[in-house]
């Protein structure tokens, strides 16, 4: 079925921090929606670029050399093999995207590991 | 370089209706603006699903069968193989999410085919 996705009305359906929601798939790759909140764990995508579009709140997202402030409105894209740290002393609401294959974890397979849901 | 980027700053960059802007690529796709005003023309994307997320305005996208709208916030994604037809009463800024070797005009190769290029 072919229907608009209303970022807004999706969030309103989960709560929880750091696990992604699948809201729409295209070519090889997911749309998934994540309310973030604190400090992640450090990790790369070896195979796959990652895109974060900042819908509500300011991120950061450190990398090794430098840290990355994305604001409502902004996305960053994170190339593969990019070590990354996301950060939020705020909750910031993100849409994702990224290929099917994607751990949220990247090369780490650990407590924070999650598969994506679909809503 | 990793950077965040800036919608409305890309966006006021450009004026120009029906003209592709690339601000991104991941994998094998890019990131595009574009400004949206009247109608297009009916195409497809014999091989290519294409995300439509609207940053401003409401945009109408018709089908054979049936009306979308998607309003500020909202993104819809239209399958390979989908006819449609992109109309914009009053203008729309919208973020298209695309492969790379996507046409704007699908299937067809006319006088509304543009090249897109990097802002």
Redesign the interface.
């Known amino acids: 079925m ?7 009305k999706k969030f309103s359906l989960f709560s929880e921090h750091w696990s992604p929601r699948v809201v ?6 997911y ?1 998934k929606l994540v309310r973030l909140k604190g400090e992640f764990v450090w990790h790369q995508h070896d195979n ?4 974060f579009l900042v ?1 509500k709140g300011t991120l950061v997202i450190r ?1 090794r050399a430098r840290d ?4 409502e ?7 593969k093999g ?1 070590e990354h740290l996301p950060v939020a002393e705020q909750e910031v609401l993100v849409m994702l ?3 099917k294959a994607t751990l949220n974890t990247g090369n780490l397979h650990n407590e924070r590991t999650v598969e994506p849901e679909w809503i």
């Open positions: 072919i229907e608009p996705i209303d970022l807004a729409g798939e295209l070519n090889d790759s749309v796959e670029d990652e895109l819908i990398l990355l402030t994305i604001r409105g902004q996305f960053v894209i994170i190339p990019v995207l990224e290929p």
